[in-house]
């Protein structure tokens, strides 16, 4: 499986981006897939997560804010991001598990590249 996070960049407080995760050598339609954040000297947090059923979840602080999508035709997850805020800035990642579990707890062993996500205020 190979994952690929793209779309991050430099925003103003309260602007917003599209990322995307695109995924290889997997049955995408089959996974569960999670998006994820580290800020600079913090622990990865799970943000927002989709079952291959479309079910979402969120964290606390990017609800209302943050949507998470999928395109299972095009192999590739979404996360759109409104009301950017500078407490937000952080390296992106995505990954894709079948069990609903891993996603939750973000215990994986393989991590693709992430895309950085600068707000400034």
């Known amino acids: 499986v190979q994952l690929q996070a793209s779309g991050g960049g430099l925003v103003q407080d309260g602007g917003s981006l599209r990322l995307s995760c695109a995924a290889s050598?997997?049955?995408?339609?089959?996974?569960?897939m999670g998006w994820y954040r580290q800020a600079p000297g913090k622990q990865r947090e799970l943000v927002a997560g989709?079952?291959?059923?479309?079910?979402?979840t969120y964290e606390d602080s990017v609800k209302g804010r943050f949507t998470i999508s999928r395109d299972d035709a095009k192999n590739t997850g979404y996360l759109q991001m409104n009301s950017l805020k500078p407490e937000d800035t952080a390296v992106y990642y995505c990954?894709?598990?079948?069990?609903?579990?891993?996603?939750?707890?973000?215990?994986?062993?393989?991590w693709g590249r992430g895309t950085l996500v600068t707000v400034s205020s």
């Open positions: 989709i079952t291959f059923r479309g079910t979402t």
């Open positions: 990954n894709i598990h079948h069990r609903w579990l891993p996603i939750l707890s973000g215990a994986f062993d393989y």
């Open positions: 050598g997997s049955r995408f339609s089959i996974q569960n």
